[in-house]
Structures are given as structure tokens and as C-alpha cells.
Nanobody, 121 residues
Framework: QVQLVESGGGLVQAGGSLRLSCVASGSIFGINTMGWYRQAPGKQRELVAAISSGGRTNYADYVKGRFTISRDNAKNTVYLQMNSLKPEDTAVYYC???????????????WGQGTQVTVSS
């Protein structure tokens, strides 16, 4: 069984910073892509940023230049540094481990439970 545990959410004023962390634990052979998604009330879950095992990154346009995703493959951990936060960044942020291999041939996606980020104006 693989579990993802997020931490680092909270309440911050506009212009402030937060750093999210997500640790994947369990029987893991390897994780292809790790990423962060977010879901605001009444809206669909959307991609914020993702990073491949080789370090290739992908960002949503609305966070480019403000957020930075990074990863420690040895620790199966992904981070999201969020700077210059805006009230519209308020959402529940979910960690995703895409194409996680639990054996050499078996894989699936996993999700964390989510962490609330609230940005006040």
C-alpha cells in the first residue's frame, strides 16, 4: 500500500509564501511523475505543477514565475514553493504520484488527502 502525506498548508496574507511537502511511503519501486493539483470550492481540480523523475517540470500558466516544484527521488518527496501568493490561490492542494510502480510491472496513480491553503487579501 502506498500513502501520500502532505504538509505545509495554512493561512497566509497576500504576497506571502508557503512551502508544501508531500512524502510517498510504502512499497514503491519508482514514481514517474509527481505533482500538485488544487481544487477551489465549486471548481474542478486542476494541475498546478508537475515534475518527472528526471526533473522535467510543467507549470500552469497562472503560477509560472511564482511557484517552484522540486523533488527528492531518494526520499520519494515532492515540494511546492509558493511565493507571491494571491487570494485566488486559495484552494485545497493535492499531491499526486503518477504511474507509481509497486512492482517492476504494476503501477497506478495515488493521491494525498489534501492540504488547505488560504490566502487572505
Amino acid at each position: 500500500q502506498v500513502q501520500l502525506v502532505e504538509s505545509g498548508g495554512g493561512l497566509v496574507q497576500a504576497g506571502g509564501s508557503l512551502r508544501l511537502s508531500c512524502v510517498a511511503s510504502g512499497s514503491i519501486f519508482g514514481i514517474n511523475t509527481m505533482g500538485w493539483y488544487r481544487q477551489a470550492p465549486g471548481k474542478q481540480r486542476e494541475l498546478v505543477a508537475a515534475i518527472s523523475s528526471g526533473g522535467r517540470t510543467n507549470y500552469a500558466d497562472y503560477v509560472k514565475g511564482r511557484f517552484t516544484i522540486s523533488r527528492d527521488n531518494a526520499k520519494n518527496t515532492v515540494y511546492l514553493q509558493m511565493n507571491s501568493l494571491k487570494p485566488e490561490d486559495t484552494a485545497v492542494y493535492y499531491c499526486n504520484a503518477g504511474r507509481t510502480y509497486v512492482t517492476s510491472t504494476q503501477f497506478r496513480d495515488y493521491w494525498g488527502q489534501g492540504t488547505q491553503v488560504t490566502v487572505s487579501s
